[in-house]
Each structure stands twice: as structure tokens, then as C-alpha cells.
């Protein structure tokens, strides 16, 4: 069973880990610390944690076949933490379905900031009451439940992935900035030279539909940002 506001450190620097315990300790997380790749995914799938910070250079198994042994089997949201201006490692851990990156060496207050957003972003609200879906075109999302599906059929969507989808379906028919996109879906303000926005869009196209003419349902519009094509 989950326990709230409890976070995995995957890292094989222990005294990097004791450092982000401590002080995630001082902001309310309970923390759980593995060392090494196996032992990440182990406790990752074990149900016990809200959300994972690993870290993409570990001897053995690395971060990211750690993250790909994870997403094979849950959803739980991963922040990694890569070396600073590695874009390489930082856009295949976001394809393989990480929700967001911090590089290293980083500052345990962003780390936080990240970690709150993406936890506001999972967790519905306890006021929101059921409603209806959302509807665009062949689309629907239940926000309040998380779940979204293409013709009838389920999606299999990250936290992240999700709420993009989610800010794009709420603007269908209009052009939404990579500025929007990074405020609304990733909880922070977009950051010059970050890819992330684009690497997730890719991703939402693989996994979404096509219209009846063959195009994708998210246009890319040049020097602007994203839209979601009712039809």
C-alpha cells in the first residue's frame, strides 16, 4: 500500500542520498533509499512509494534500464537526475517514459519544487466531485479519475503524459505555447533549451490515435507550440 509523501532515492551515492533524505525529511517525505539498479526496482514496484528520484549513472544497472524494467510494469512517476547537459541520457530516460529530470549536481530545493508538481498533477483533487469527461473527437479523459482512452480503447499514459493531454484537451482547437504546456502540465516554467515538452509530445503521438486523414491529432505549430485537432 502507498504511504503518502513517500519518495525512493535510487542512487548509488550514498552520501548524496543521505543529504536528500535528510532534507526531504525537513519538508514531510518519508524515504525510502536503494543503492543498487535491482534493488531499485524492486521496492519502485513495490507499491510502498508515491513517486521515485533515480539517478541515470549507477554502476551495473543503470538508471535507465532501471526505468525501463519499471515501466514495464507501473506508472508510479520518476524524476531522474542526469548529468548536467547530458541531453542524450535526459531525452532517452523522457521517451522511456520518465516524467520529468533535474540535472545533477542539484539543488535539494528544486529537487522539492519538482517533486511537489508532479504529486499536485497525480493526485486528484478530494473536492472534485465525478464529472464528465473531457471530449475531443475520438479523446475522452476523466481528470478526476485519471484514466483517458482513444475510441473506447485505454491509454496507457505516464502522470506527466497525462496531464499534458489534459491541458491540450482543455484547449482543443487552439494553438498552446510550450510555455503553457510547461506552467500547467509540468508545474514549472519553461526552461530555455528544454526538450522535455517535445519528447513527451512525441510520445502522446505514438500512443494516441490518428485522424480519418492519417494525420497525428497533435499538430505541431511552428514557432508557437502544440494544438489538438478536434474532428
Not at 57 to 62: A, K, L, T, V, W
Not at 82 to 96: H, S, W
Amino acid at each position: 500500500m502507498t504511504t503518502k509523501n513517500s519518495i525512493l532515492l535510487v542512487d548509488d551515492d550514498i552520501e548524496l542520498t543521505g543529504l536528500l533524505r535528510d532534507y526531504l525529511g525537513q519538508e514531510g517525505f518519508a524515504v525510502g533509499e536503494a543503492h543498487r539498479g535491482e534493488d531499485g526496482v524492486r521496492e519502485a514496484l513495490s507499491g510502498g512509494y508515491e513517486l521515485v528520484v533515480l539517478d541515470v549513472m549507477m554502476p551495473g544497472m543503470n538508471g535507465i534500464d532501471v526505468l525501463r524494467a519499471i515501466r514495464a510494469q507501473s506508472r508510479v512517476p520518476v524524476i531522474m537526475l542526469t548529468a548536467r547537459g547530458d541531453d542524450v541520457d535526459r531525452i532517452v530516460g523522457l521517451e522511456l517514459g520518465a516524467d520529468d529530470y533535474v540535472p545533477k549536481p542539484c539543488s535539494p530545493r528544486e529537487l522539492v519544487a519538482r517533486i511537489r508538481a508532479i504529486l499536485r498533477r497525480v493526485q486528484p483533487s478530494a473536492s472534485s466531485g465525478p464529472v464528465g469527461p473531457l471530449r475531443a473527437g475520438l479523446l475522452e479523459l476523466w481528470p478526476e479519475r485519471r484514466l483517458a482512452s482513444w475510441a473506447g480503447q485505454p491509454l496507457e499514459l505516464t502522470g506527466t503524459e497525462f496531464n499534458l493531454l489534459e491541458v491540450l484537451a482543455r484547449h482543443a482547437g487552439r494553438v498552446v505555447s510550450k510555455a503553457e504546456l510547461s506552467e500547467q502540465g509540468l508545474g514549472r516554467p519553461l526552461a530555455r533549451f528544454d526538450r522535455s515538452i517535445d519528447v513527451h509530445m512525441s510520445s502522446l503521438r505514438h500512443k494516441l490515435g490518428t485522424l480519418s486523414d492519417g494525420r497525428s491529432c497533435i499538430q505541431t505549430v511552428r514557432g508557437q507550440g502544440y494544438q489538438l485537432i478536434r474532428e
